[in-house]
């Protein structure tokens, strides 16, 4: 492979894609994070302690019976997790 063969990006879409923090929408905050992150807390589920799996949005995804599993499912989808007391 020629290294002069390899595309470089586009300067304009890179530039394009950059988004300034300062000046982002309420939307685009409420979207920060929402594919990395997950967060944890506890619940009761039936009488029996639990841990619940949210979103950063707060979209519920599931249910687990010990903490570390909990954890570990989200690490497992390559998310971070965060916990709520």
Do not use: C, F
Request: hydrophobic fraction near 55%; proline fraction near 5%.
């Amino acid at each position: 492979m020629n290294i002069n063969s390899i595309q470089q990006p586009d300067a304009q879409a890179v530039m394009a894609a950059l988004v300034d923090i300062r000046h982002i929408s309420t939307e685009q905050l409420a979207q920060l994070g929402l594919q990395q992150i997950a967060y944890v807390k506890p619940v009761v589920v039936n009488g029996t302690a639990a841990y619940a799996i949210h979103a950063a949005d707060g979209t519920p995804m599931a249910i687990a019976g010990e903490l570390d599993l909990a954890v570990a499912a989200i690490v497992q989808h390559e998310m971070v997790p965060a916990q709520v007391h």
